[in-house]
């Protein structure tokens, strides 16, 4: 039989409103509409502060730059 999980985390079995599972001390921090067929979800586990966040806006800015770098590429391929 399981055992009761702490406070801070969220119970494995309880479904997302996307009917998703999460794993042990996940949870959902927010989700959001991107683009007319896009969304995302932000699940974390573990305490999440400021810090945390302005470490997340840099690996999403560097991502943001990988993205960007390969888009060029492709769209010089094309032109040539």
């Known amino acids: ?7 801070n985390c969220v119970n494995p079995a309880k479904k997302s409103p996307f009917d998703r599972r999460f794993f042990h001390c996940e949870r959902e921090l927010t989700t959001g509409l991107l683009a007319k067929e896009a969304s995302f979800r932000l ?3 573990g305490k999440i502060g400021v810090k945390e966040i302005e470490r997340l806006i840099q690996k999403l800015e560097i991502d943001k730059e990988i993205l960007a770098d390969q888009e060029g590429d492709a769209n010089e391929e094309a032109a040539n």
């Open 1 to 7: 039989m399981l055992q009761t999980l702490s406070l």
């Open 43 to 45: 699940i974390v586990s």
